[in-house]
Each structure stands twice: as C-alpha cells, then as structure tokens.
C-alpha cells in the first residue's frame, strides 16, 4: 500500500517559503478561508454547494480513519464502508421503529461499531501482508449483504422517513443548517486526530508502521494500538453514518458496500494518507470530480454507466506513483508553517528505576540455543552480567552475535537454555516485558521511524515510563506528561552530542548519527542493562572517543553494557570482560588481555583481524 507519509501529526518546523510578509499574508489568507465556510450556509450560495460540502464533511470523517488505519498504522482496510452502514442502519432502525431519540442513537450506534470492530479487528488485525486487505473485503461484503437481506431493515429498499436531527429547538432538516453537524463533527475528529498523533500513544501508532520488532522492544504493545487504532476508525465511520442517516432520511444498503470500501481509500490517497487534512483535500476532490464525471464521461462515451470509477483507477495509480503522499503536501505548502516551542525545559524529570550494587549478579544466559532449520545459529552459549560491568561480545561475521542479543531480549523465542534478569526468569517473556524490567537495546540495522523527528524517535524510548493513554491525548490532558518525557529525550540526545538535530526528521541522519540516536533512544527507557550492537559502527574518530567517553559515564552510573563491536581497540579499552563467540558457540570468555593474548581467538579472526 501507499507509502508512508511524512510526519503526520507533527508538521515541518521550517516555513516552506517566503519572508515574514509571505507569512502573514498567509495567516490573513487561511483566517478568510475559515471565516468563509464558518459562514457558507448564511452567504447565497446555491443549496447544490451546500450539500456538496455536506458530502465532503461526511466523507472527511471516514477518511480520516483511513489516514489513521492506513497512513499511520500501515493497515489497509477496504471495508470502512459497512463502519459507515453500521452507525446509518442503527439510528434510522431505532429512529423509525423504536421512536427513539437520534442522540440516544448515536451513543447505541457507537457501541455497537465499537463491538463489531473489536471482534472484527481481535479476528482479521493478526493477518499479515496482504491477508489483512483481503479480510477487510470479506467482511464490508458480509456485512453490507447482512443489510440488504434482513427483513426488518427492510431488505434492499433500505428504511425511509428517518427523522431529521434537531438540538434545543434547532431544527437540522434542511441542507443549511445540518452543515454545521456535520462540519462540527469533522473538525471535532480532525482536531482529536492530530492531537493523539502528536503524543506518546500517537507515537507508538506511528512506530507500528516500522514494524513489529522496534516498536515491542520499547515496551509496546503493537497488537493492543493495532485493534485500537481499528477502532477508532470503525467510529469516525460511524459517526458519518449517523449523521449521513439524518441528512438522507433514510437508508439503503448501496452507500455501504465495497465500491463505498474502495472509494474511501482512494479519498484519503488522494489526499495524503499520511495527512490527517489529507483527508479533506481527498474527500473535497472526489467528490466535486466525480459529479462532473458522472455528467461528462456518460456523455463522451454514448452510454451511462459508472465510469467515473475507471478515472479514479487511474488517477489512483498515477498518485501512487508520482506523489505518494498525495496532494496535501502540495496544499500545506501554502499554508503558514506551525510553531514548535520547546517548553519542557522546566518539567519536572521522570522517575528513576533503582540500579543494583556494583558486582551484584544482573544477567545469567545459561546454554541458550537458537536453530533457524538445520542451522545452529547459536549454541548452548552460557555467560553472565553483573552490576556496573562492560562485557564485550565478539566474534567474526556470522557468529551468532545479534541473535544473541535477540534471544536474550526476547526479540527471538529461543530454541533452549534460559534467561535470568535480577534473579528473575525471564526466558519466555516478550519483548515488551522484558524491556519493561530495565533490559534496553539498539539493533546493528537502525530501526526507526524516518519520517518523526529525532527527538520524537528518542521520545518513543520513554514510552513505559509514561501512562497517558489515547483519550487522554485526544483531549491534550497529557501535556505535563509529554513536557516531561520531551525533557528526558532531549537530556539523552544532549548526552551522545546531538540535541542540536532533535528537530531534523531522523531519516535525514546519517547512517552513524541515526546508531547514536539509537542509543539516545534505549537511554530514555531508563535501563539497567544496555545491548548496543555494532554501536561504533559508521562513526569517525572522535565521535567513536565521545561514545566511549558516554559508555563509560554510563558505567560509573551503575548501567551495566553488554557490547558487540567490531572496532577491537573500541572493545578492548572499553571492557571489563570479552566473551568470544565463533559459529554460534562460546569460544572463550576472559579479560581483554585474556583474550588478546589468545591463539584460538586468533585463529578465529585470522584473515580479519591480526
Ligand atoms: P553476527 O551478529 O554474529 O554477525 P548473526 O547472529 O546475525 O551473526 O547470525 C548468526 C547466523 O544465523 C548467521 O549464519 C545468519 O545467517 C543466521 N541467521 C540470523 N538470523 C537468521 C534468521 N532470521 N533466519 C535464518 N538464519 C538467520
Ligand atoms: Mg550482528
């Protein structure tokens, strides 16, 4: 699917053009917009823009799910139509029906989305590839043919006479006045989108799209803001349906099947599915194109038919391929570029775990043993870690040096042996458990997220010592609690050298600056144990000096490392002890003297190393 857009929930520091003139002319030019359509249904503008802009509304809100699901998350749904029907069919059925209020039925048609996406979601969320896409379809299908084949929601003619919405005497039915609803609605969800992208779960809804195995070992659980995010999709749809019902005033089944499913995916591409105003741009060029296509291509052709569609195919495959991020980031250019303040330079710091006693035995790997099919990529290797200690883990390429690291956090189940951490057993916990006792690491392939700033990456590094959770970040509650998270991410970059880049998107980094923002980020996780692979790696000179330097005060702080390196005076300055690793078994283990002075080590390295 599209690739992912650039920063969603965080905008460009730097302005995109233009003087400080350019910038207020803008500011006046974006104030006149929203004054205009704050003022749309008062102005003489025919009752068709109206309802245009209605339909747009109602199509942004479903939209910007998708930009959720599938921008942020990487999770491609074809289905949110029948999201759409579920929350339409609930309000006019007990509408029409039961008498009920529509407000009443906003609330019933919430809960019941809610349910069907958690068992949907807890179902189809653990597919992979292109399995997931593939169920989405299998259900808006199910669930649209649900609709049309029950008897009392009155098969394919659907339920007439649903009432229109009124609120303290304001009466909704007429186009003018249920375009405030509706644009409510849609600004509420825009606004309660960009304000969760930009906070700690935002942070780790954005990381689920780098995959699984970074996001787990900062302590998160992916499969939970998976389903979530899921969620909260099904409901914006809902939302629209609700109120898509009350501005019909009544319901069939066709606006929520599959071609609905398709349409709103190409809306959000369209627009930027990376973008949560994305959605609007795509939603607002859908609709206005398709009534001119539907006019023009009947027309051109000699035929009816629904050839807008083809177009939109088209069109689709053309965005993906020359502007992926689709048409927002050429509308944002326009736009006054936002602030950022940095205002966390007072928050208070974060709490500290306890480190242990300077000797005290930490880690006990005792004969773990990782098979991929015939091949023993690590065998029965026993070494331990204490309190305060550097220990090297060294060895020629392909020794089994980072599927060590992985079995021992859990990255990898492993095929035997076990592991104990401060005397407890931690050999089949997940990684997001095992990260969360203090055990914090780095990956010899950089693992993060190119498009969030290198702060917010670092930031993603403290994600289990905060407790805000989605609702929270919806509302901007947890303000305090990001001030201080942003505090301890800018004191870690600060540390290795680098908080003069926080603000630069990590993937403009090279390849040794984005290792040390690694270890910036397992900083922020406040560990007891840090396994940096390969840490030096791409760096020069004197910044592999500064990391030692950094290593070190680490060391004196009572962290305790356990190091794979290349570089052997690296290593060999640096290390209380070395363990050797040589086709996946333990070699030796001894000072760096021992291991030195070593023939078998030697041998071992023969050709690589003198
Ligand atoms: P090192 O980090 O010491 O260079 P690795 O731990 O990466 O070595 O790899 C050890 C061996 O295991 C290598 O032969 C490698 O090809 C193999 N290996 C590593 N990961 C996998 C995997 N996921 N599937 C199959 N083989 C693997
Ligand atoms: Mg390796």
């Given at each position: 699917?599209?690739?992912?857009?650039?920063?969603?929930?965080?905008?460009?520091?730097?302005?995109?053009?233009?003087?400080?003139?350019?910038?207020?002319?803008?500011?006046?030019?974006?104030?006149a917009?929203?004054?205009?359509?704050?003022?749309?249904?008062?102005?003489?503008?025919?009752?068709?823009?109206?309802?245009?802009?209605?339909?747009?509304?109602?199509?942004?809100?479903?939209?910007?799910?998708?930009?959720?699901?599938?921008?942020?998350?990487?999770?491609?749904?074809?289905?949110?139509a029948?999201?759409?029907?579920?929350?339409?069919?609930?309000?006019?059925?007990?509408?029409?029906?039961?008498?009920?209020?529509?407000w009443l039925?906003?609330?019933?048609?919430?809960?019941?989305?809610?349910?069907?996406?958690?068992?949907?979601?807890?179902?189809?969320?653990?597919?992979?590839?292109?399995y997931?896409?593939?169920?989405?379809?299998?259900?808006?299908?199910?669930l649209?043919?649900?609709m049309?084949?029950?008897?009392?929601?009155?098969?394919?003619?659907?339920?007439?006479g649903?009432?229109?919405?009124?609120?303290?005497?304001?009466?909704?039915?007429r186009?003018?006045?249920?375009?405030?609803?509706?644009?409510?609605?849609?600004?509420?969800?825009?606004?309660a989108?960009?304000?969760?992208?930009?906070?700690?779960?935002?942070?780790?809804?954005?990381?689920l799209?780098?995959?699984?195995t970074?996001?787990?070992?900062?302590?998160?659980?992916?499969?939970?803001?998976?389903v979530?995010?899921?969620?909260?999709?099904?409901?914006l749809?809902?939302?629209s349906?609700?109120?898509?019902?009350?501005?019909?005033?009544?319901?069939?089944?066709?606006?929520?099947?599959?071609k609905?499913?398709?349409?709103?995916?190409?809306?959000?591409?369209?627009?930027?599915?990376g973008?949560?105003w994305?959605?609007?741009?795509?939603?607002?060029?859908?609709?206005?194109?398709?009534?001119?296509?539907?006019?023009?291509?009947?027309?051109?052709?000699?035929?009816?038919?629904n050839?807008?569609?083809?177009?939109?195919?088209?069109?689709?495959?053309?965005?993906?391929?020359?502007?992926?991020?689709?048409?927002?980031?050429?509308?944002?250019?326009?736009?006054?570029?936002?602030?950022?303040v940095?205002?966390?330079?007072?928050?208070?710091?974060l709490?500290?775990?306890?480190?242990?006693?300077?000797?005290?035995?930490?880690?006990?790997?005792?004969?773990?043993?990782?098979?991929?099919?015939?091949?023993?990529?690590?065998?029965?290797?026993?070494?331990?870690i204490?309190?305060?200690?550097i220990?090297?883990?060294?060895?020629?390429?392909?020794?089994?040096?980072?599927?060590t690291?992985?079995?021992?956090?859990?990255?990898?189940?492993?095929?035997?042996?076990?592991?104990?951490?401060?005397?407890?057993?931690?050999?089949?916990?997940?990684?997001r458990?095992?990260?969360?006792?203090?055990?914090?690491?780095?990956?010899?392939?950089?693992?993060?997220?190119?498009?969030?700033?290198?702060?917010?990456?670092?930031?993603?590094?403290?994600?289990?010592r905060?407790?805000?959770?989605?609702?929270?970040?919806?509302?901007?509650?947890?303000?305090?609690?990001?001030r201080?998270?942003?505090?301890?991410?800018?004191?870690?970059?600060a540390?290795?050298?680098?908080?003069?880049?926080?603000?630069?998107?990590?993937?403009?980094?090279?390849?040794g600056?984005?290792?040390?923002?690694?270890?910036?980020?397992?900083?922020?996780?406040?560990?007891?144990?840090?396994?940096l692979?390969?840490?030096?790696?791409?760096?020069?000179?004197?910044?592999?000096?500064?990391?030692?330097?950094?290593?070190?005060?680490?060391?004196?702080?009572?962290?305790?490392?356990?190091?794979?390196?290349?570089?052997?005076?690296?290593?060999?300055n640096?290390?209380?002890?070395?363990?050797?690793?040589?086709?996946?078994?333990?070699?030796?283990?001894?000072?760096p003297?021992?291991?030195?002075?070593?023939?078998?080590?030697?041998?071992a390295y023969?050709?690589?190393e003198?």
């Amino acid at each position: 699917m599209p690739p992912r857009a650039s920063s969603p929930g965080a905008p460009p520091v730097a302005s995109a053009s233009g003087g400080p003139g350019g910038a207020a002319l803008r500011t006046a030019a974006l104030a006149a917009f929203v004054v205009l359509a704050a003022a749309l249904p008062q102005l003489p503008v025919p009752d068709f823009w109206i309802t245009q802009a209605n339909y747009i509304g109602l199509y942004a809100l479903v939209a910007m799910g998708l930009v959720l699901l599938t921008g942020v998350c990487g999770l491609t749904s074809f289905g949110q139509a029948a999201f759409v029907g579920i929350g339409a069919y609930a309000t006019a059925y007990l509408s029409t029906a039961l008498g009920l209020s529509p407000w009443l039925n906003l609330a019933v048609g919430l809960a019941l989305t809610c349910v069907c996406a958690l068992v949907l979601g807890w179902i189809t969320l653990r597919m992979s590839g292109h399995y997931l896409p593939l169920a989405t379809i299998a259900w808006c299908l199910a669930l649209n043919y649900t609709m049309a084949n029950m008897e009392w929601l009155g098969k394919f003619d659907g339920i007439l006479g649903v009432p229109p919405l009124s609120l303290a005497g304001i009466d909704f039915t007429r186009a003018r006045n249920i375009y405030y609803p509706i644009w409510a609605a849609a600004l509420v969800g825009a606004v309660a989108l960009l304000n969760l992208l930009d906070s700690r779960p935002g942070r780790a809804l954005r990381a689920l799209n780098g995959g699984v195995t970074m996001a787990e070992a900062m302590g998160i659980s992916t499969f939970r803001y998976k389903v979530q995010a899921f969620v909260i999709a099904a409901l914006l749809a809902s939302v629209s349906g609700w109120l898509f019902a009350h501005f019909q005033r009544t319901v069939n089944p066709s606006p929520f099947g599959i071609k609905w499913g398709i349409e709103y995916l190409i809306m959000a591409v369209i627009g930027g599915v990376g973008h949560v105003w994305g959605a609007f741009a795509g939603a607002a060029v859908v609709k206005l194109v398709e009534d001119q296509l539907q006019v023009l291509l009947p027309r051109l052709i000699g035929t009816a038919g629904n050839f807008e569609i083809i177009v939109f195919g088209i069109v689709l495959v053309l965005v993906l391929k020359y502007a992926p991020q689709g048409l927002w980031p050429f509308a944002s250019s326009w736009l006054p570029a936002p602030r950022r303040v940095r205002d966390w330079e007072h928050a208070p710091p974060l709490a500290e775990r306890a480190r242990p006693a300077p000797g005290t035995p930490l880690l006990e790997v005792e004969r773990v043993r990782k098979q991929f099919g015939g091949l023993v990529a690590v065998n029965d290797v026993s070494f331990s870690i204490r309190g305060g200690e550097i220990v090297g883990l060294i060895g020629p390429n392909g020794a089994g040096k980072s599927t060590t690291f992985n079995l021992v956090t859990g990255v990898l189940a492993k095929t035997g042996g076990s592991v104990r951490f401060r005397g407890e057993d931690i050999t089949r916990l997940r990684s997001r458990h095992i990260a969360r006792l203090g055990i914090s690491r780095t990956f010899q392939h950089v693992k993060m997220i190119p498009a969030m700033t290198v702060l917010e990456n670092v930031a993603l590094g403290a994600y289990q010592r905060g407790g805000s959770g989605i609702a929270r970040a919806m509302l901007r509650l947890d303000r305090a609690e990001e001030r201080r998270l942003f505090r301890e991410a800018e004191r870690q970059l600060a540390r290795i050298g680098m908080a003069s880049q926080m603000h630069e998107p990590a993937g403009n980094l090279a390849l040794g600056p984005q290792r040390l923002m690694e270890i910036a980020r397992a900083l922020c996780a406040d560990p007891v144990l840090l396994l940096l692979d390969e840490p030096a790696a791409g760096l020069r000179h004197h910044e592999k000096q500064a990391l030692a330097g950094v290593l070190r005060q680490l060391k004196a702080e009572g962290i305790s490392l356990l190091l794979v390196e290349h570089d052997m005076d690296f290593v060999m300055n640096l290390t209380d002890r070395i363990v050797v690793m040589e086709f996946g078994t333990r070699l030796m283990e001894g000072t760096p003297a021992q291991v030195q002075a070593s023939p078998a080590v030697r041998a071992a390295y023969l050709g690589t190393e003198h």
